[in-house]
């Protein structure tokens, strides 16, 4: 069975600029979450999405956003970068959302310069 | 809130030797999970062992086990027959609310 998959691994961008992640579950995995792991603040909860509806947000400002499409897959968004929004960005998927543990992606690594 | 406390940032062990890391947690809840993450230099993260906290038992997974004391907050990994490939980043975790609040993690080198 496949892993989480998330594209892409690496992603260069400027101030100002808005990027888009992508995150693709688990087969049979309804549930996504998104975390923000950075060396200051460490693992941070962004956002979890179950069903195409968002279920569970973190303390992250608007720019931070994301959707889930009727396969499970889900995209994340950054607009208006800061360079702050450095960070691996982890995503993570789950057959539901009761005890079954999270099973994570390799991450994807956004530099802001 | 709930948060999660690891106190040790880094550990090391000798291969074969056994070793353990601390994590203590604060709740008022009294039904959640809790959850050890290791995360190697390739970045991704892998469940390493996860307890349930209705379960008096302590959870096992082969040279893994922990130490789990619900009253004292306290939800300690055991790592015997150190091998290299143990050398990562780990994690405890609690799980509330449908998000996983996460420790500082804990930096675990292993000599050879």
């Known amino acids: 069975k496949a892993g989480v998959t998330q594209t892409p691994r690496y992603l260069i961008k400027t101030r100002g600029q808005q990027v888009t992640l992508s995150c693709s579950p688990i087969?049979?995995?309804?549930?996504v979450s998104w975390y923000q792991q950075t060396p200051g603040q460490g693992l941070q909860f962004l956002f979890e999405?179950?069903?195409?509806?968002?279920?569970n947000k973190g303390n992250f400002p608007g720019r931070f956003s994301g959707r889930q499409f009727s396969n499970s897959r889900s995209e994340m968004n950054v607009s208006t970068l800061e360079l702050g929004d450095s960070a691996l960005y982890l995503c993570?998927?789950?057959?539901?959302?009761?005890?079954?543990?999270?099973?994570f992606g390799n991450g994807t690594r956004l530099t802001v310069t | 809130a709930q948060t999660v406390t690891q106190s040790q940032p880094e550990m090391s062990v000798q291969e074969a030797e056994t070793v353990t890391l601390s994590c203590t947690y604060d709740?008022?809840?009294?039904?959640?999970?809790l959850f050890w993450y290791k995360q190697p230099p390739s970045r991704q993260m892998i469940l390493v062992i996860r307890?349930?906290?209705?379960?008096?038992q302590n959870a096992t997974e082969n040279r893994f086990s922990v130490n789990f004391q619900k009253a004292a907050k306290s939800f300690s990994l055991k790592i015997s027959d150190s091998q290299l490939g143990d050398a990562a980043m780990y994690f405890c975790?609690?799980?509330?609310?449908?998000?996983?609040?996460f420790g500082a993690g804990t930096i675990l080198r292993v000599k050879s």
């Open positions: 993570a998927s789950r057959k539901d959302r009761g005890p079954s543990p999270l099973h």
């Open positions: 975790a609690y799980r509330s609310a449908n998000k996983l609040v």
């Open positions: 307890q349930e906290a209705y379960k008096q």
């Open positions: 709740t008022s809840e009294s039904d959640y999970y």
């Open positions: 999405y179950f069903s195409e509806t968002q279920r």
């Open positions: 087969s049979g995995h309804r549930s």
